[in-house]
Nanobody
Framework: QVQLVESGGGLVQAGGSLRLSCAAS????????MAWFRRAPGKEREFVAA????????SYADSVKGRFTISRDNAKNTLYLQMSALQVEDTGVYYC???????????????????WGQGTQVTVSS
């Protein structure tokens, strides 16, 4: 049974930083690309960042480029999202997702991901 468990969310002031973690189990973590998505209040879930199975390739939404960094530790079966210069607009529930295969076609599409975590709340105050 595949499980993805996010942690690290919380309340932070604008301009601050947070690091999210996603602990994975139940499948060979290093064989699949991974991603972070988020859902802001009243909006659809959207792509934030993705990372290839090896960690050598990353992709970011324009809205977070230069502020967020996705990484992974395949030895620890853990995915990370380092978030800096946080803005009120970054508020939402953040989800990690595990890919369907070892190579993505278009990492921003939610259909590319087979398993999802329950999410962790990030709230940025002004």
């Amino acid at each position: 049974q595949v499980q993805l468990v996010e942690s690290g969310g919380g309340l932070v002031q604008a301009g601050g930083s947070l690091r999210l973690s996603c602990a994975a189990s139940g499948r060979t973590f290093s064989s699949y690309y991974m991603a972070w998505f988020r859902r802001a209040p009243g909006k659809e879930r959207e792509f934030v960042a993705a990372i290839s199975a090896s960690g050598s390739t990353t992709s970011y939404a324009d809205s977070v480029k230069g502020r967020f960094t996705i990484s992974r530790d395949n030895a620890k079966n853990t995915l990370y999202l380092q978030m800096s210069a946080l803005q009120v607009e970054d508020t939402g529930v953040y989800y990690c997702a595990s890919g369907r295969n070892s190579i993505w076609y278009n990492p921003i599409r939610q259909s590319e991901y087979r398993y999802w975590g329950q999410g962790t709340q990030v709230t940025v105050s002004s």
